[in-house]
């Protein structure tokens, strides 16, 4: 059953969320080669403390650590280890905090130094169709009509959409109804209310939409061993319309990036 949250409760969650984003901020200037992805945990679960909250993941389902860290073939639910990054890889960096009672979950695909131009262009791509699919986020719509926008943008450059792994609601807990893939028919599934919050996070491979799930129980590649990306926003349904409770301004601003690609999901301004 999907939950709505009163507009008090969406604030609340504004705040959970802007953890998030000013933790990836903060660790948009640590990605860099020779860093670990264990250091970068270490660094994310004190930020996160320091704001009051606590790290959504840490213990989460056993999870053992702050911050999934997926590099290159790594499509989500990589473990931080002290392996040194490299010059020309990607990193996706998802992190949660819960604060207030509700989480906030969120994510962002990092280029490590210089990357290939295809892996670039992977990245854009992902990242676009985010916001493609958070336009159809609005009251009388439905589930398939998100998962549609994503696919058919996705799949016209010829990446492969992951189907095993999809986006959620939010809210007390991390995981909440409806379930929110990739993929999907325009007027099917469950219909959009007022109120809601989903987290939406497009995961998009470089070739095969199809995975791999490692021994550890967690890690999962792309079968090709070809790169993949993940983005990943909050967003609630407020007025009928789209409102983005995350930024990736944080990070763009830390990276020298200016774009204007959320102004469009915010019915005030962003205050940071």
């Known amino acids: 059953m999907i939950k709505s949250k009163t507009r008090e409760e969406i604030e609340l969650m504004r705040e959970s969320a802007l953890v998030v984003s000013k933790t990836l901020g903060m660790l948009a200037k640590e990605v860099k080669p020779g860093v670990s992805t264990l250091y970068l945990d270490k ?5 996160i403390r320091e704001q009051g909250a606590i790290p959504g993941f840490l213990g989460l389902y056993d999870f053992p650590n ?7 073939s790594q499509v989500v639910h990589g473990i ?5 990054m490299q ?3 990607i990193i996706s960096i998802d992190c949660g905090s819960i604060k207030n009672g509700f989480y906030g979950d969120h994510a962002y695909t990092f280029a490590v130094g210089e ?3 295809e892996t670039q262009k992977l990245l854009d791509v992902t990242r676009e169709s985010l916001y493609v699919g958070i336009r159809e986020l609005k009251v009388g719509n439905r589930v398939g009509d998100v998962g549609f926008a994503i696919q058919n943008f996705t799949e016209k450059h010829g990446y492969g959409v992951v189907r095993e792994l999809v986006g959620h609601g939010l809210g007390r807990v991390m995981h909440e109804d409806p379930e929110m893939p990739n993929y999907g028919r325009r007027g099917r599934g469950k219909k959009f209310i007022e109120g809601m919050v989903v987290a939406i996070e497009p995961m998009t491979n470089l070739g095969t939409h199809k995975i791999l799930q490692h021994n550890d129980g967690w890690t999962i590649t792309t079968l090709d061993n ?3 990306a993940h983005f990943e926003h909050d967003v609630a349904i407020v007025d009928g319309k789209p409102e983005l409770l995350s930024t990736f301004k944080y990070i763009h601003e830390a990276l020298g990036i200016e774009t204007n690609e959320e102004d469009e999901f915010r019915q005030q301004p962003l205050t940071i």
């Open 226 to 228: 070809k790169p993949s």
């Open 80 to 84: 931080p280890n002290k392996n040194p």
């Open 43 to 47: 660094l994310a679960e004190e930020f």
């Open 87 to 89: 010059e020309g890889d």
């Open 115 to 117: 990357i290939a131009p």
């Open 66 to 72: 702050s911050l999934c860290m997926s590099p290159n």
